[in-house]
């Protein structure tokens, strides 16, 4: 058993998140965490919403509220969806916690102390209209690299190179289309290029990462700029240095307080354990942590932050870039063992737009269908290693032809055949098993070590491809045996054996798909007699904050319990019902309903 980080991106908390978000850091994590779980290891996966930077406060002002309460209305939404999907954080919290700003602060003391934050006057973007202070992203021109038209000020999307605003060509404020006005300001930036020979050192040592990630991010040490720490902004985390820390017009700056977030969320997880240092079994770079293995789920637009600047962080507050240091109060902490980055979802080939109407809302799509549904879509068509896109059509298809008409069809027939015939699952004859019989065993059994390698390597769509075979070669098992024509009390104690191994097969298939689909595996457990908790879910929680902030919900929940990753023998004599649909067909009728309501 080894100790596992599941660290998952904080969705940003302007607004509701749609399906694009959650197949890039919701399912593959939940995905990965679940399996971890069941096959020994301990996990921690924790995540939470992020809640700071100008483009909460440039909505809050839209919409004539506080940066807080937009803050909380979304943290509630994204709290909601996200259990309404099944993803079993340890725990889901946020970035307006005093717990994470004390970390926050800490690490930024550490690296100050370390000298890897050092002080520079540098020109800010000021509105010419209203005199406020303009945020890099929230400047677009076009970059001076590669001449992208639409790059960011912070970074250009289509390069991924870092980018500073006044070096935008044309450049213009995405609030209003002005031309910012350039002024001089004193921030504090990371020292980056103090990082560059111990992060490749790093990267090299890296086996088995994606290898579009491992490449991007080695390109991306070769032109590595300071980067601003601070920003001239009213909300967001306090600078903790003597005649910074009242100010009213400074900020820690968002990306860096963000990627803290996994670690405050796990001190927070183990503050509300009971054992406040249980954290350091994830985190601690000394004996504590030696077995430890921690993985950052995230879209590609997320890399270089996991990658290289996290890791920079880390780092320098274990005093082990060029300049040295000392390893700060929380001790020497483990860098990230892999980065996992999923591509892009597209939506009926066009880019997800909110305000081109061509998005869907994870609220809206788990009102109108099942949870299960959208994460088995996106564990075997999403974008796993390529952009991929989502249309109603396939996934229409993709629910009909492949959960109901395959794997819901050999739970209904297996399970019925079984209750009507014999009210229970019946015993295999005496006379023992067939070569069809044991091979079909075997093959359900082989499947368990195939299909848990390939989720412990990231390789979702192809693990779930092979338990999908399993389903696949238990239907044409029943359809070849044909058990429904021995109808002869000669002929019944064969069927019973081949509906035994039939329900046998299904509880493995059951649970080789129980970390992709873990609401109807445990219906499915039940179906088969099986009593108590199969699947565990995740609950909301309304809890204090720990340091006498306001409350506010978290996900959390109890994943000692559940199935484990192994071939458990289904008992005979146990009772069965007569079993309910466990997936809904859909009528074709919905794809010209959702195409309908998507913009032009």
């Not at 009213?234 to 820690?252: C, Q």
């Not at 079984?418 to 069809?436: H, M, Q, S, V, Y």
Request: aromatic share 10%; charged share 25%.
């Amino acid at each position: 058993m080894s100790h596992v980080l599941a660290a998952v991106a904080w969705p940003y908390a302007n607004g509701p998140r749609h399906i694009g978000h959650v197949s890039g850091f919701g399912v593959p994590s939940d995905v990965f965490s679940r399996y971890m779980r069941m096959a020994g290891h301990d996990v921690l996966m924790v995540s939470g919403t992020d809640e700071h930077g100008t483009p909460i406060q440039v909505q809050a002002d839209k919409e004539g509220v506080t940066p807080r309460e937009l803050a909380d209305r979304y943290n509630r939404v994204i709290v909601e969806d996200l259990h309404g999907l099944g993803l079993s954080y340890d725990l889901f919290t946020r970035t307006t916690t005093r717990n994470h700003y004390a970390v926050v602060q800490e690490l930024f003391e550490a690296l100050h102390a370390n000298g890897y934050i050092v002080p520079k006057v540098t020109m800010g973007a000021i509105s010419p209209s209203t005199g406020r202070t303009l945020p890099d992203r929230y400047i677009e021109g076009t970059c001076p690299i590669c001449g992208y038209e639409h790059a960011r000020g912070d970074q250009c999307d289509n390069c991924g190179n870092q980018l500073d605003p006044v070096d935008l060509v044309n450049p213009r404020s995405k609030i209003n289309g002005e031309t910012p006005r350039f002024v001089e300001t004193e921030h504090f930036f990371l020292d980056l290029p103090a990082f560059a020979q111990a992060l490749g050192k790093w990267l090299d040592s890296r086996e088995g990462w994606r290898p579009n990630v491992l490449r991007f991010s080695k390109n991306l040490l070769d032109d590595l700029q300071p980067r601003a720490i601070t920003r001239d902004l009213e909300w967001g985390v306090p600078i903790p240095l003597e005649g910074w820390r009242d100010r009213s017009d400074k900020r820690i700056y968002v990306w860096f307080d963000a990627v803290i977030g996994y670690l405050s969320a796990s001190i927070e997880w183990a503050r509300r354990s009971g054992d406040p240092e249980a954290w350091r079994r994830w985190w601690s770079a000394d004996a504590q942590g030696k077995d430890s293995r921690g993985y950052y789920f995230m879209g590609k637009d997320n890399i270089v932050f996991h990658s290289v600047i996290w890791p920079a962080l880390l780092l320098g507050y274990d005093g082990e870039g060029d300049r040295g240091g000392e390893p700060g109060d929380l001790g020497r902490l483990n860098l990230p063992t892999e980065v996992v980055s999923s591509e892009f979802l597209t939506m009926e080939g066009k880019k997800f737009s909110s305000s081109r109407q061509v998005v869907i809302y994870v609220r809206d799509f788990l009102e109108r269908y099942d949870a299960d549904a959208l994460r088995y879509f996106i564990a075997v068509a999403g974008p796993e290693s390529n952009d991929t896109d989502f249309t109603w059509s396939e996934f229409l298809r993709r629910n009909n032809d492949e959960l109901v008409a395959g794997w819901g069809n050999l739970v209904n027939r297996s399970i019925s055949m079984a209750a009507k015939n014999f009210g229970a699952i019946p015993p295999i004859d005496p006379a023992g098993l067939t070569e069809a019989d044991e091979a079909l065993l075997a093959t359900a059994k082989a499947a368990f070590a195939t299909v848990g390698g390939l989720i412990e390597k990231h390789r979702q769509k192809q693990a779930i491809g092979e338990a999908m075979k399993v389903v696949a070669e238990a239907n044409r098992y029943l359809s070849d045996q044909a058990p429904w024509k021995l109808k002869s009390d000669d002929e019944k104690p064969r069927m019973g054996t081949i509906l035994h191994v039939a329900l046998q097969v299904v509880s493995d298939a059951n649970t080789l798909l129980t970390p992709f689909l873990p609401h109807s595996a445990q219906k499915i457990h039940e179906l088969l007699g099986g009593v108590g908790v199969h699947a565990p879910m995740p609950s909301i929680v309304q809890v204090d904050d720990l340091d006498g902030g306001p409350a506010y919900p978290v996900l959390t929940g109890d994943y000692t319990v559940g199935a484990r990753w192994e071939s458990v023998p289904v008992e005979a004599g146990r009772a069965l019902a007569a079993p309910k649909p466990v997936f809904r067909k859909l009528d074709p009728s919905i794809v010209d309903e959702e195409l309908a309501r998507l913009g032009d």
